[in-house]
């Protein structure tokens, strides 16, 4: 698993789309790379200050644009590009 905490960025919206965007650009950037196990809801969640829903809602965005694929009890997972 990654020790990967989100760096949200300072824009208007709700968080969940501030947390899906931070996802893409760390997968953009490198910083999570292919393969890469992103972090339990319940964890990241506690980490960041937020809900287990607004995770949720950020890690099936960051699903329905192709980034991530997860199974529930296995996690979530990076892609690969041409996923």
């Known amino acids: 698993m990654t020790n990967w905490l989100p760096k949200l960025p ?3 919206g ?3 789309m501030r947390l ?3 996802i ?3 997968i953009d950037s490198g910083v999570l ?3 890469s196990k992103l972090p339990p809801h319940r964890n990241l969640a506690f980490d960041i ?3 287990v829903g607004t ?3 950020a890690y ?3 699903r329905e644009r192709g980034l991530v694929a997860g199974e529930v009890g296995r996690g979530t997972y990076i892609n690969s590009p041409n996923f």
């Open 10 to 12: 300072e824009t208007k």
């Open 14 to 16: 709700p968080i969940y």
């Open 20 to 22: 899906a965007d931070a």
């Open 24 to 26: 893409e650009h760390d």
């Open 33 to 35: 790379r292919t393969g």
């Open 49 to 51: 200050g937020v809900t």
């Open 55 to 57: 995770v949720s809602r």
């Open 60 to 62: 099936a965005v960051v």
